[in-house]
Each structure stands twice: as structure tokens, then as C-alpha cells.
């Protein structure tokens, strides 16, 4: 008996394979990568996986809201139906990066633009400047949305600069706002309105012109979409004058846009309002960069 339990001590222990020998290969290979390369890597796609993981529960009433607000806008023919679709995508795409919330600027922007659209529509045939009964296009829905969608796009993959990003974009949908609703209201009460460039009178309408019931009118509707955008936590009290300041400026912008390249026909209406868009939002991005890194 101790003979065999010396045997059974001293025997030699048999090594254990892996059963896939390829994946401990991969490993060693793995382990000769430098750190940050593979750190980098991992980090970004953790960062994607944890957003879609806590986001994707939450989403789902919000899409089911998106779905249903792009359904009324087109039962109302306030858009087309692939304007309806470009609505859908862009408003998730916000959603996804500043949360459901992010749904309540949107809606703010596309009531504000749905009542001053029929306010004075008479008037508006009159002159020939109404919308048309089927609503805002494609392109209109792009000019006026999708610069907000592309600043908070980033933030899907990663948190970095996350509340100056979406100051951008907050500036974007309120610059959105004023402008349509300035055009809108403004050649409705204002039967004068002057050139921004040379300001001589021009009939209401006219690219370029300005009033000053438009004026305020836009004011209006830039506080109130940076009010929605500040409940939805989009925008830091702290940011809201500048994004007040630059989307009030990007709607000077459009308006001189308007009047030097829009009216001699070199730009349309909607690069004209995409152009805006944008330069509301690179101001807010310039000067609260600027103020971080002062």
C-alpha cells in the first residue's frame, strides 16, 4: 500500500490543453499589442456598449412619441412624407445622444413652426410667399434639423464634451426657430419690412428684408426654444446667454445670407438656413471652447 501511494504521489502531472488552442494564440498576440492601443480601443467600445445598454430601454415610448409627432405633422400636411421619415431619424439621433428629453425642443421647434405657418395664410397666398399644402420637404427638414442632430451625434459614442456639444445644438434648433418664425410672423404684421444691407424698403417676403415685429417675434421663439432646451437638460444655465447671443446672430446671418447671395439667385433658401444653422452652432462651440481653455 505505501508503495503505491508513493507511486500515486510522485506520478507526473499531465498538462491541460485548452480545447481551442487558436484563441490562447490570439491572446499571446494580444498581449505583445501596446496598452493604449488596445485601452483605446476597449474604452470607445465600452463607452458604445454602455450607451445602447441604458438608452435602448428608455427609447422605446420615446420612439413610439417620435413615430406618432411625425404622424400628426404629416396628417396635418405640415410635411411630406420622406420629410416625415428625415424627422424621425434626426429626432432619434438626438434622442439617443441627450436622452428621451431631448424630444421636447424638437416638438417646440415643429409647433412654433406649425402655428406661425398658418397664421396669416391669406395674406401670405396673397403675395405668393405661403407654404405649400403638402407641407415642408425633405430638404427643408434637413436644412433646419440636422445640424443639431450632427453635434449631439458624437455623444452616442462617447461622453467627451458632452455639454458644450449639445449647446451647439441647442443653438442650432433655436436659431431653426427664430428664423422661420421671423419670416413667418413678420411679413404677416409688418407690411414695410427693409432691406438688411442697404435698408431701403422691399416688398414683404423678400429675402433679406427684416422688420422689427420680426425681429421680436424671433427673439420670442429663440427664449422659448432655449427654455424646452434647458428642462430637457440639454442646455447648462450657465450657457444659455450664449446660446441666446449666437443663435440671435445666426439669424442676422441668414438674413444678410439672404439679401447678398439668396436673392441674386446664388444660394437657395435651404443652404441658406442650413448655413445659419451651422454658423450658430460654430459660435457656440468657438466661444465656449474658448472660454474653457481661457
Known amino acids: 500500500m505505501s508503495s503505491r501511494s508513493r507511486k500515486m504521489q510522485y506520478r507526473p502531472r499531465r498538462a491541460i490543453l485548452p480545447p481551442f488552442p487558436h484563441r490562447q494564440a490570439g491572446c499571446r498576440r494580444a498581449a505583445h499589442l501596446p496598452l493604449a492601443a488596445v485601452s483605446e480601443y476597449d474604452e470607445l467600445g465600452m463607452n458604445l456598449f454602455q450607451s445602447w445598454q441604458h438608452a435602448n430601454p428608455q427609447q422605446f415610448p420615446t420612439v ?7 404622424l400628426l405633422a404629416w396628417g396635418l400636411n405640415a410635411v411630406t412624407v420622406g420629410a416625415a421619415l428625415t424627422g424621425i431619424f434626426l429626432t432619434l439621433v438626438l434622442c439617443l445622444a441627450a436622452g428621451p428629453a431631448a424630444l421636447l425642443p424638437v416638438f417646440a421647434v415643429f409647433l412654433l413652426t406649425l402655428v406661425t405657418t398658418h397664421i396669416g395664410r391669406r395674406k401670405k397666398e396673397r403675395l405668393g410667399t405661403a407654404e405649400g399644402r403638402h407641407g415642408r420637404g425633405v430638404r427643408q427638414i434637413l436644412a433646419n434639423v440636422s445640424v443639431a442632430a450632427i453635434c449631439a451625434a458624437p455623444l ?5 464634451g458632452r455639454h458644450i456639444l449639445l449647446a451647439a445644438a441647442s443653438a442650432a434648433l433655436a436659431e431653426a426657430a427664430g428664423d422661420t418664425v421671423s419670416s413667418e410672423l413678420g411679413q404677416t404684421f ?3 419690412p427693409r432691406l438688411i444691407t442697404t435698408w431701403r424698403t422691399v416688398p414683404p417676403g423678400q429675402n433679406g428684408g427684416v422688420t422689427l415685429a420680426g425681429t421680436i417675434f424671433s427673439l420670442c421663439a429663440i427664449l422659448i426654444v432655449c427654455a424646452s432646451c434647458r428642462w430637457a437638460n440639454l442646455l447648462l444655465p ?24 439668396e436673392r441674386p439667385g446664388r444660394l437657395g ?3 441658406v438656413n442650413f448655413s445659419s444653422t ?10 465656449l471652447f474658448v472660454q474653457r481653455w481661457l
Do not use: C, E, K, R
Open 269 to 271: 433658401n435651404n443652404s
Open 64 to 70: 413610439g412619441l417620435v413615430v406618432a409627432l411625425a
Open 190 to 192: 409688418a407690411p414695410h
Open 238 to 261: 450657465q450657457f444659455q446667454a450664449t446660446v441666446l447671443a449666437a443663435a440671435f446672430i445666426g439669424t442676422i446671418v441668414d438674413s444678410l445670407l439672404g439679401a447678398t447671395l
Open 156 to 160: 452616442i459614442f462617447v461622453p467627451y
Open 278 to 287: 451651422a454658423f450658430a452652432a460654430a459660435l457656440t462651440l468657438v466661444i
